[in-house]
């Protein structure tokens, strides 16, 4: 089966960088991707990393390394409506599925 | 890109009653199409599964069930609901050769 590990909740202010790491262990492995949800809200796709190295999107960066089963979203220059929960989630090889993480609580702060 | 559509946003139900929560797709032919649940502070859990017209994968076995009688439409339902069945129901579609999914914007229920 595949478990994810990451932080329940991240604090941090306006204008700062946050990283959020996600670790996880599967089966098999074809993916790492981040999906973004507002309180009371849909989940909304961020990036997908199906290579190690750093994947860059405005703002928002994502990290893979295979070898440690290991990611991060990497946020630069926080804005409140980043206040969030953030999702990591890994698909694997046969499976049109994805396995997600708990989430971590992201709360920007003025 | 895809459009997804979900009804009703809100739903309260007594326990014992039936559930049809719907699910259509726009902008996407033979899409993968997923049925999550998430409840309360909680991650998302897959339920349902479906590659094709008909073809349905179960991933936790439960009183719910899962039906695609056309390929961008994808029903979930329940002959009698449980109090534990609270929770936002969430459609996800994906298309051929994509690796992102797009999420519908949610049915939330609560059993009561």
């Known amino acids: 089966g595949q478990s994810l590990e990451q932080p329940s909740e991240v604090t941090a202010v306006e204008g700062a960088i946050v990283q959020i790491n996600c670790t996880y262990q599967t089966s098999g492995f074809y993916g790492l991707s981040w999906y973004q949800q507002h309180d009371g809200g849909a989940p909304t796709f961020l990036s997908y990393?199906?290579?190690?190295g750093l994947e860059e999107t405005g703002r928002f960066s994502s990290f893979l390394s295979r070898s440690d089963s290991y990611g991060y979203l990497l946020l630069q220059e926080l804005q409140m409506k980043d206040s969030a929960s953030y999702f990591c989630?890994?698909?694997?090889?046969?499976?049109?599925?994805?396995?997600f993480g708990k989430g971590t609580m992201l709360l920007v702060s003025p | 890109s895809q459009t997804i559509h979900q009804w009703p946003a809100t739903l309260v139900q007594p326990v014992g009653s039936p559930l049809s929560l719907e699910c259509t797709v726009e902008?996407?032919?033979?899409?993968?199409l997923y049925w999550y649940r998430q409840a309360a502070g909680r991650g998302l859990q897959l339920l349902f599964y479906?590659?094709?017209?008909?073809?349905i994968s179960s991933e936790v076995p439960q009183n719910l069930s899962a039906s695609r009688p056309q390929d961008r439409q994808f029903i979930l339902s329940s002959k009698k609901l449980l109090l534990s069945d609270s929770g936002f129901y969430l459609c996800a579609c994906k298309g051929q050769g994509d690796d992102e999914q797009y999420f519908g914007p949610g049915t939330r229920l609560t059993v009561t």
């Open positions: 990393n199906a290579l190690d």
């Open positions: 479906s590659v094709g017209i008909g073809q």
């Open positions: 902008g996407t032919s033979n899409p993968n």
């Open positions: 989630a890994v698909s694997t090889p046969g499976y049109s599925t994805l396995t």
